[in-house]
C-alpha cells in the first residue's frame, strides 16, 4: 500500500533553513505528482508546493514564493521541501501528498516550529 513517510521537522529561529524529506513507497513514485501541504493551529490544511512527474513543473502558494523549493528524486523514491528564510507563521505540521486513482494519501506529518 501507499506509504509516505517524513522527516526532517523541528525548531528553527526566524531567518534560518531546514529541509524537509518525504520517502515514498508502495507506488511508482515517478509516474505522479508530489505536493507538500501544511497545517497550522486552528487552520485548515492549505497547500504549500507541488511538483508535477514528466516536466517537474512546480507550482508555489504566494505565501512561500521565493523561500521554498520542492524538489525529487525518482532514483531514491524521495520528496524534498527544502525552506529557507522562515518565519514564525511559516510554524504548522508539514504533510506529504499524492493522489494516485482519485484518492489522496498522507504521511503522518512533519512538526516545523519557526520561534526565537
Known amino acids: 500500500q501507499v506509504q509516505l513517510v517524513e522527516s526532517g521537522g523541528g525548531l528553527v529561529q526566524p531567518g534560518g533553513s531546514l529541509r524537509l524529506s518525504c520517502a515514498a513507497s508502495g507506488f511508482t513514485f515517478s509516474s505522479y505528482a508530489m505536493s507538500w501541504y501544511r497545517q497550522a493551529p486552528g487552520k485548515e490544511r492549505e497547500l504549500v508546493a507541488k511538483?508535477?512527474?514528466?516536466?517537474?513543473?512546480?507550482n508555489y502558494a504566494d505565501s512561500v514564493k521565493g523561500r521554498f523549493t520542492i524538489s525529487r528524486d525518482n532514483a531514491k523514491n524521495t520528496l524534498y521541501l527544502q525552506m529557507n528564510s522562515l518565519k514564525p507563521e511559516d510554524t504548522a505540521v508539514y504533510y506529504c501528498?499524492?493522489?494516485?486513482?482519485?484518492?489522496?494519501?498522507w504521511g503522518q506529518g512533519t512538526q516545523v516550529t519557526v520561534s526565537s
Open positions: 501528498n499524492t493522489v494516485i486513482g482519485g484518492k489522496g494519501s
Open positions: 511538483i508535477s512527474f514528466v516536466t517537474y513543473r512546480t
